[in-house]
């Protein structure tokens, strides 16, 4: 598989349309569309885009299609992070954060943002060296 069906997988799993894929990553169809007709691969923006949409899918996975669509995945329930705010609000993490996770749980949480940006950070450069 390539990028482009690990996405299709992916929007199939998540049972959303492209265009509703499209507007929560904040990408144009027309963006996508071009991408599957030239096979061209992603560009970084897109996949900054999507990374920024979905934190907590696995930019290795989509682009190579190597090891665990998701950055981290628990007792078959998605513990989704945000950088913004946390936990994302369909994940099931939403109403122990509202109530409030202890100042070392807070700190853990960070610590694992940073690392996950960093990665996919590293990820991105990696790939941009690759493609030019």
């Not at 299609?65 to 369909?90: F, H, P, T, Y």
């Not at 700190?107 to 996950?116: C, G, R, Y």
Request: glycine fraction near 6%.
């Amino acid at each position: 598989m390539n990028g482009i069906d690990n996405l299709d997988y992916f929007m199939q799993h998540l049972q959303v349309s492209q265009s509703e894929f499209c507007r929560i990553a904040g990408i144009t169809p027309t963006r996508l569309s071009q991408m599957r007709t030239r096979k061209s691969g992603f560009s970084e923006d897109v996949m900054q885009a999507i990374i920024a949409a979905y934190p907590n899918l696995s930019l290795n996975w989509l682009v190579s299609g190597k090891g665990e669509m998701w950055l981290r995945e628990e007792a078959g329930s998605l513990q989704q992070i945000n950088v913004n705010n946390g936990v994302m609000e369909n994940s099931p993490l939403t109403a122990t954060y509202k109530a409030g996770l202890c100042a070392e749980c807070e700190a853990k949480l960070q610590e694992a943002n940073d690392k996950i940006i960093k990665l996919q950070d590293e990820l991105l450069s990696l790939y941009k060296k690759q493609t030019q």
